[in-house]
């Protein structure tokens, strides 16, 4: 299994920025696609944004206009920036890769230990 070491977490205040880093221990344009994901407390892990092995990004609807993912191929590495957070940003976030081609999310693939952020003033 692709091995994912997430870093970047921490405090920050409400309209402050962080970026997220996910280092994969594979070359990252052999893995079908790389996602980032949150869990909140008391609620279910949710999908933030992906990026497939070509390269495109995906950020979902409800933080398209705050966050955005990038990869560096030379680094191995996928960058989640996140803009003007705000509390409800708050939650665990996971890097997680499709290395086998069953899509992000699945027992299949591989996750990092989680870097949490905390959006508080």
């Known amino acids: 299994q692709v091995q994912l070491v997430e870093s970047g977490g921490g405090l920050v205040q409400p309209g402050g920025s962080l970026r997220l880093s996910c280092v994969t221990s594979r070359n990252i344009t052999s893995i079908y696609a790389m996602g980032w994901y949150r869990q909140a407390p008391g609620k279910q892990r949710e999908l933030v944004a992906l990026i497939s092995r070509a390269g495109t990004p995906n950020v979902v609807d409800s933080v398209k206009d705050r966050f955005a993912i990038s990869r560096d191929n030379f680094k191995n590495t996928v960058y989640l920036t996140m803009n003007d957070l705000k509390p409800e940003d708050t939650a665990v976030y996971y890097c997680?890769?499709?290395?086998?081609?069953?899509?992000?999310?699945?027992?299949?693939?591989?996750w990092g230990q989680g870097t949490p952020v905390t959006v508080s003033s």
């Open positions: 997680n890769a499709d290395e086998k081609g069953y899509g992000l999310g699945t027992a299949e693939g591989s």
